[in-house]
């Protein structure tokens, strides 16, 4: 027995962390996972947070216009959340579509 690595916890358990602390591990993963900030959502945020600072240029993909890094927000597709659009408007565009339907270009061309 040993005791769990989570700082602060003194519980002693046979793995790595104790019980309690592995579910809590557990369900972060998953509720991350399944609204679909995974490993590559999180990358993808980075590299355009990194390209505003540099001082580039984001459109939000649902409505054209510039995004404010106040204002940004990586976009998921409406139909599937496991794919990543792209910069999108925190406020005013993340929750705009409710009529059904992605309005992203790649499902009307799929070329795109
Ligand atoms: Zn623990
Ligand atoms: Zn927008
Ligand atoms: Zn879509």
Redesign the pocket.
């Known amino acids: 027995m040993r005791v769990c690595i989570e700082s602060g916890c003194g519980t002693l358990t046979d793995k790595t962390r104790c019980l309690e602390h592995r579910r809590a591990k557990d369900q972060a993963r998953g509720t991350r996972q399944e609204r679909g900030y995974d490993a590559e959502y999180d990358r993808l945020r980075a590299a355009d947070v990194a390209a505003m600072a540099r001082g580039e240029v984001l459109t939000c993909w649902r409505c054209e216009r510039v995004v404010m890094p106040h204002d940004y927000s990586l976009g998921?597709?409406?139909?599937?959340r496991s794919?990543i659009?792209g910069p999108e408007h925190l406020h005013g565009c993340n929750l705009a579509n409710t009529r059904g339907g992605?309005?992203?270009a790649?499902?009307i061309s799929p070329a795109a």
């Open positions: 998921h597709c409406d139909d599937d794919i659009h992605c309005p992203h790649s499902h």
